[in-house]
């Protein structure tokens, strides 16, 4: 079975959590909206691939300043070494960031979905979306109620087997789809670097999926 990959979420710029779990993890995803002033800092301490992402509020981040700063850090992230990009399908002006954002890096185009989880047909239509407006890697995150929202997004990703995809569902009832993901075929799975460090409802340590990981290795 191939090991399954998983990206813990730095949250902070505390470096010893961080650099525990360096060997646990295959990339990193630094939350520019969360760790705040001081970050390209952090990132030049990294010893493996990160992503480079900054949320908008409306989509389960913090960042509370204007959208051209926002778009500006994103950028730094690029020359500071990024070789992934989030940026959200709904950003305004992504056809002419993207090509910017590809010179250098790969681009993950998201989705995220706070209140629901989509039918299949309509989270299909997102993905198509994102490959069309140039992603790399397609990212549908959404918020289960029910435990069929977990065969939901786990179904999204085996409709795209030729692509690169993220999909799963945020809350309490969206454990299953956070640690199945990359077992059927999703390029990875976002973990906290330690509890009370989660970015997002649901997320589980890197640690503790390391070991639901080891038990299923063949």
Same mark, same amino acid.
């Not at 959590?17 to 295959?26: A, D, H, K, S």
């Not at 990359?182 to 799975?189: A, H, I, Q, S």
């Given at each position: 079975?191939?090991?399954?990959?998983?990206?813990?979420?730095?949250?902070?710029?505390?470096?010893?959590? /961080?650099?525990? !779990?360096?060997?646990?993890?295959?990339l990193y995803e630094v939350r520019i909206d969360l760790i705040g002033d001081g970050w390209p800092e952090l990132v030049r301490q990294l010893n493996k691939p990160w992503?480079?992402?900054?949320?908008?509020?409306?989509?389960?981040?913090?960042?509370?300043?204007?959208?051209?700063?926002? !778009?500006?850090?994103?950028?730094?992230?690029?020359?500071?070494?990024?070789? /992934?990009?989030?940026?959200?399908?709904?950003?305004?002006?992504?056809?002419? /960031?993207?090509?910017?954002?590809?010179?250098?890096?790969?681009?993950?185009?998201?989705?995220?979905?706070?209140?629901?989880?989509?039918?299949?047909?309509?989270?299909?239509? !997102?993905?198509?979306?994102?490959?069309?407006?140039?992603?790399?890697?397609?990212?549908?995150?959404?918020?289960?109620?029910?435990?069929?929202?977990?065969?939901?997004?786990?179904?999204? /990703?085996?409709?795209?087997?030729?692509?690169?995809?993220?999909?799963?569902?945020?809350?309490?009832?969206?454990?299953?789809?956070?640690?199945?993901?990359?077992?059927?075929?999703?390029?990875?799975?976002?973990?906290? !670097?330690?509890?009370?460090?989660?970015?997002?409802?649901?997320?589980?340590?890197?640690?503790?999926?390391?070991?639901?990981?080891?038990?299923?290795?063949?």
């Amino acid at each position: 079975m191939k090991r399954p990959r998983i990206c813990a979420v730095i949250v902070s710029k505390d470096l010893p959590p /961080i650099e525990g !779990i360096e060997p646990f993890i295959n990339l990193y995803e630094v939350r520019i909206d969360l760790i705040g002033d001081g970050w390209p800092e952090l990132v030049r301490q990294l010893n493996k691939p990160w992503i480079g992402c900054n949320r908008l509020a409306d989509e389960g981040g913090r960042w509370e300043r204007g959208e051209a700063s926002r !778009i500006e850090e994103l950028l730094k992230a690029v020359e500071l070494g990024a070789e /992934i990009i989030d940026m959200e399908l709904r950003m305004k002006n992504l056809a002419e /960031i993207v090509p910017l954002i590809k010179k250098k890096a790969k681009c993950l185009l998201s989705s995220h979905e706070l209140n629901s989880t989509p039918s299949l047909s309509e989270m299909k239509e !997102i993905v198509h979306q994102q490959l069309k407006a140039g992603a790399d890697v397609c990212k549908v995150v959404t918020t289960a109620h029910r435990f069929e929202d977990n065969l939901a997004v786990l179904q999204l /990703i085996a409709e795209f087997p030729k692509s690169k995809i993220v999909s799963f569902a945020m809350g309490p009832l969206g454990y299953v789809s956070r640690i199945l993901c990359p077992l059927v075929g999703g390029y990875f799975t976002y973990a906290s !670097i330690e509890a009370g460090k989660e970015s997002a409802s649901g997320q589980i340590t890197v640690r503790d999926l390391r070991k639901l990981y080891e038990m299923v290795e063949l």
